[in-house]
């Protein structure tokens, strides 16, 4: 993707844009525009200290992307994705308008916390003629009962059939105090077998010591300076955040590695050690 300019679309009514957002932030490194000035210089110094975080954000796209495509290939037409952020390219709606004939359908529900999410989402959607069977929910992740019994969740999802269920680059925001295994399962409970659960976080990985490392650990820091805190964790400790649905092959890998379909350029190989990620299945 193409480096964006600085200009900013209008802020909704509200909308704090002297603080950086994660989202984004994260919309900046993914080349979209759905963001601002204190939101650019905040991405520009996260790459000038940590060059992968492009890189980093381009592989989660790319997973997330896989892992849409290969629930829809076993037949699940049911997709929340808590924690979505700004629209930008390559969304799970337009992953699903690209990949299904026009007499199959789907359903999407966005969830996000921050108001310039849900603006944004909502105006895309209306623009491109979505809204029938995709929405957003205004909500924090952290509360499983605010979303799951949302007007607009339950006139989009029906729980008693297969959902693919996305947390993806968001419990990396949730701290110890928030029981990220106890938000996750909250969900889990409410979901048909069949369904599946996506999950990509950020780590210290197998990266190793020196300066890359250095790099991801000085970001981390930099985050707790903003509305979303970031909290690194272990494989191990992701793994545990599926409980006890089987894991999809290949099991929990590196992004890039999960049904790659492309080779990676030299500094893409570099970034691939600093998040897991995974796809598990409710069984029957």
Same mark, same amino acid.
């Given at each position: 993707?193409?480096?964006?300019?600085?200009?900013?679309?209008?802020?909704?009514?509200g909308?704090?844009?002297?603080k950086?957002?994660?989202? #984004?932030?994260y919309?900046?490194?993914?080349?979209?525009?759905?963001?601002?000035?204190?939101d650019?210089?905040?991405?520009?110094?996260?790459? #000038?200290?940590?060059?992968?975080?492009?890189?980093?954000?381009r592989?989660?796209?790319?997973?997330?992307?896989?892992?849409?495509?290969?629930?829809?290939?076993?037949?699940?037409?049911?997709?929340?994705?808590?924690?979505?952020?700004?629209?930008?390219?390559?969304?799970?709606?337009?992953?699903?308008?690209?990949e299904?004939?026009?007499?199959?359908?789907?359903?999407?529900?966005?969830?996000?916390?921050e108001?310039?999410?849900?603006?944004?989402?909502?105006?895309?959607?209306?623009?491109?003629?979505?809204?029938?069977?995709?929405?957003?929910?205004?909500?924090?992740? #952290?509360?499983?009962k605010?979303?799951?019994?949302?007007?607009?969740?339950?006139?989009?999802?029906?729980?008693?059939?297969?959902?693919?269920?996305?947390?993806?680059?968001?419990?990396?925001?949730?701290g110890?105090?928030?029981?990220?295994?106890g938000?996750?399962?909250?969900?889990?409970d409410a979901?048909a077998?069949?369904?599946?659960?996506?999950?990509?976080?950020?780590?210290?990985?197998?990266?190793?010591?020196?300066e890359a490392?250095?790099?991801?650990?000085?970001?981390?820091?930099?985050?707790?300076?903003?509305?979303?805190?970031?909290?690194? #964790?272990?494989?191990?400790?992701?793994?545990?955040?599926?409980?006890?649905w089987?894991?999809?092959?290949?099991?929990?890998?590196?992004?890039?590695?999960?049904r790659?379909?492309?080779?990676?350029?030299a500094?893409?190989?570099e970034?691939?050690s600093?998040?897991?990620c995974?796809?598990?299945?409710?069984?029957?």
């Amino acid at each position: 993707m193409s480096e964006q300019g600085d200009a900013a679309p209008t802020a909704p009514e509200g909308v704090d844009t002297e603080k950086p957002s994660a989202a #984004r932030v994260y919309d900046w490194y993914l080349g979209g525009n759905q963001n601002w000035a204190v939101d650019r210089e905040f991405g520009r110094r996260m790459e #000038r200290q940590w060059p992968y975080v492009k890189p980093g954000a381009r592989h989660n796209r790319e997973f997330m992307n896989r892992a849409v495509r290969s629930a829809l290939d076993a037949g699940i037409r049911q997709f929340v994705d808590l924690g979505s952020g700004v629209p930008t390219a390559g969304n799970v709606h337009e992953v699903i308008a690209a990949e299904l004939p026009e007499d199959d359908t789907a359903k999407v529900v966005y969830v996000d916390y921050e108001p310039v999410a849900v603006a944004h989402a909502t105006v895309i959607l209306e623009e491109e003629a979505a809204t029938d069977w995709a929405g957003i929910v205004h909500a924090d992740l #952290r509360s499983p009962k605010t979303v799951l019994r949302d007007r607009r969740t339950r006139e989009l999802i029906d729980f008693g059939r297969p959902v693919c269920l996305m947390l993806v680059a968001v419990l990396h925001f949730a701290g110890p105090d928030d029981d990220p295994a106890g938000i996750v399962r909250a969900y889990q409970d409410a979901l048909a077998p069949g369904s599946r659960l996506v999950i990509s976080h950020m780590s210290e990985g197998d990266g190793g010591p020196g300066e890359a490392l250095e790099g991801l650990r000085w970001l981390v820091g930099q985050y707790r300076n903003t509305s979303n805190p970031m909290w690194l #964790r272990e494989r191990d400790e992701i793994a545990a955040l599926f409980g006890d649905w089987p894991l999809l092959d290949p099991g929990i890998v590196h992004l890039p590695d999960w049904r790659p379909d492309r080779s990676l350029n030299a500094i893409e190989a570099e970034a691939r050690s600093f998040a897991w990620c995974g796809v598990a299945e409710k069984p029957a």
